[in-house]
């Protein structure tokens, strides 16, 4: 007999291993409809199997909802007429009993082995336990959600519907920061966002949210809404938020917590509507602006600045940012600008922020304020003699320019008011000792003032208006480097000058502020 070669040994037990691994003839392979058509390191069997295990108990088999008391006495029925509504909308949409979903496919979560009865302590120990695993689960779907390819199979799998679920049941305030989470990052994205806004009830449900007194469901809850009126389905979100009662809730939210986080929260709500599309913006405003939307902007601008002054908290400052930013989209509107033009504790406060000596750590903030006041001016042109005065002031605006280098309408802005304030300037009637100070100025930022020129040379693309604001401010530095001159070469005064104002630095300053005048 012969004796087989290695490697027909080799071939033959390959051969073996793959007729072993053929499925028999009789177990036909699944519908195409049926294959998972997603790209993910991710087994699509355990997305889905996470979201079965995230079903309202009373939905999926009759069991109490994680942390709540399913024991009702009569004044409870609120809590049970949820659970009927929660099985029902369930069961309409689909997600219990049809035979075609991948949700009613999979295995039922696993019991926590407790039996019937409201008085056992094992029963409490299980309820503790089945309430830990739904937010367990519940976690690891809120960071898959993040990733657009798990968004958009979760929501083809009935991810929605089974949250939707959860909030119309009670729940501990935990569950719902977690269910309001795992929206809030599939509304990142713009398929699973768009199905948000037509599950329906869902987006109403979300609004209701904001009436709780949690901290981190609040702060999930306006993340939500901000998202959707960001996106494609602005208008559906919008229509929502519509009721005075809805929109009273969310001033007064911003108005009343301490915890920087929902305050940055509530007004990135508030900003959403003021950058949404026109019909959004007249849909909304006015019943904001009736109930105090300006005022509430001042108070809480007032607040920051505060804090700045004192404790220095770096987690506020993107909260200062983004109420300055605020004020700025409002104020910009033609019917709502006399709202803060004429408001003289707001002003102060802008001129206070330009005034800030550590500007790094708050930059954009100074320069929204400085944006801010040059539009002021504009309407209010009185106000500029009351700055010229403040040296401090100026030299808070040259100090901006390192912070403006990509931004041409903040440096246009900032030209404008140093042009208006040098206009008061009456440099002939000063006295030398005055006039020492503005030169002093002008010396101290030159390097600023040269660099901003020569970084930034006037293109095609600046109207006549923005140049001519800089060359007015250009010429007035110009004839006050000048009566300096005049007066120090005359010596009609005996004042000692500043070692820092140097002739060789004057010179230098004149030529290049007459380069570009």
């Known amino acids: 007999m012969p004796i087989p070669t290695e490697s ?22 699944a519908p195409s409809d049926e294959f998972f058509d997603i790209s993910t390191t991710v087994d699509p069997g355990y997305v889905i199997s996470l979201i079965r295990k995230l079903l309202p108990p009373d939905g999926r088999n009759g069991t109490k909802s994680p ?278 504790e707001l002003f102060r406060l802008l001129v206070d922020l330009v005034k800030f000596c550590d500007k790094t750590e708050v930059a954009n903030c100074c320069v929204t304020a400085a944006v801010l006041i040059a539009n002021i001016l504009t309407d209010v042109t009185d106000l500029a003699f009351e700055i010229s005065q403040d040296l401090s002031f100026l030299q808070g605006l040259f100090d901006l320019f390192p912070f403006t280098s990509d931004d041409i309408e903040a440096r246009s802005a900032i030209w404008s008011i140093i042009a208006r304030v040098l206009m008061q300037v009456q440099e002939s009637l000063m006295s030398s000792s005055r006039l020492h100070q503005y030169v002093s100025v002008f010396v101290s930022k030159s390097e600023l003032i040269e660099e901003d020129l020569l970084d930034h040379q006037l293109g095609n693309c600046e109207d006549g208006a923005k140049s001519s604001a800089r060359t007015t401010a250009l010429r007035k530095i110009i004839s006050t480097l000048n009566q300096w001159t005049i007066s120090k070469d005359s010596g009609e005064s005996n004042f000692r000058w500043d070692s820092h104002v140097n002739d060789e630095t004057v010179d230098r300053l004149l030529k290049c502020c007459h380069k570009y005048t």
């Not at 071939?11 to 053929?22: A, K, P, S, V």
């Not at 029963?123 to 695993?133: I, K, N, P, R």
């Not at 519907?161 to 569950?175: D, H, I, K, T, Y």
């Open 8 to 29: 027909a040994i080799v071939e033959d037990e390959e051969l073996q291993q793959r007729e072993g691994n053929q499925e028999p003839s009789h177990h036909p392979t």
């Open 67 to 344: 942390g709540i008391d399913t024991c009702n006495t009569p004044t409870q029925g609120s809590k049970t007429d949820g659970g009927e509504e929660s099985r029902a909308f369930l069961s309409q949409n689909g997600v219990l009993n049809d035979p075609n979903s991948e949700i009613a496919a999979m295995d039922a979560v696993e019991h926590t082995g407790r039996d019937g009865g409201c008085d056992g302590s094992h029963d409490e120990q299980g309820e503790l336990v089945g309430a830990d695993a739904w937010e367990e689960y519940g976690c690891i779907v809120w960071d898959l959600a993040a990733s657009q390819t798990h968004a958009e199979f979760m929501v083809q799998n009935l991810v929605l519907e089974v949250l939707l679920a959860n909030l119309l049941v009670p729940q501990s305030v935990r569950a719902t920061e977690i269910i309001l989470g795992i929206i809030g990052n599939l509304a990142c994205h713009k398929v699973s966002c768009k199905q948000i806004a037509s599950t329906n009830g869902l987006i109403e449900v979300i609004v209701d949210q904001l009436f709780l007194d949690d901290t981190p469901c609040l702060c999930e809850a306006y993340r939500v809404i901000t998202l959707g009126l960001q996106g494609s389905e602005n208008v559906t979100w919008a229509e929502a938020l519509r009721s005075e009662n809805i929109l009273s809730r969310v001033l007064w939210v911003a108005e009343n917590t301490l915890n920087p986080q929902l305050i940055e929260k509530s007004v990135g709500l508030l900003l959403a509507i003021l950058e949404s599309e026109h019909e959004i913006v007249v849909a909304l405003l006015p019943s904001l602006v009736q109930l105090g939307f300006p005022s509430l902007l001042i108070n809480l601008l007032t607040f920051e600045m505060s804090k700045l002054a004192g404790e220095r908290e770096p987690e506020r400052y993107c909260v200062l940012d983004l109420i300055l930013r605020t004020i700025e989209a409002l104020s910009v509107l033609d019917d709502y600008s006399h709202e803060f033009s004429s408001n003289m």
